[in-house]
């Protein structure tokens, strides 16, 4: 990984961090509403480990 690619993943992780730590309550009413709607909850899943992901297949390949 170079540089832009560190810069670009610590920028995106404390954005999610910022945005959690903002949207507390209403994350976990949200969490709720997934429990019972698988479907949602796999594509958040998916959305969450996709930067994991691409990480690793960047270090990888």
């Known amino acids: 990984?170079?540089?832009?690619d560190c810069v670009f993943w610590a920028i995106y992780?404390?954005?999610v961090i910022i945005?959690?730590?903002k949207n507390k309550e209403k994350a976990?009413?949200?969490l709720l509403q997934?429990?019972?709607n698988w479907?949602?909850?796999i594509v958040i899943l998916f959305l969450i480990l996709l930067p994991f992901l691409a990480?690793?297949?960047?270090?990888y390949f």
Do not use: R
Not at 55 to 59: D, E, F, I
């Open 13 to 15: 992780w404390i954005g």
């Open 1 to 4: 990984m170079d540089t832009f």
């Open 55 to 59: 990480m690793v297949l960047t270090l």
């Open 39 to 41: 479907k949602k909850g």
């Open 34 to 36: 997934i429990k019972n």
């Open 19 to 21: 945005w959690s730590l």
């Open 28 to 30: 976990k009413a949200e």
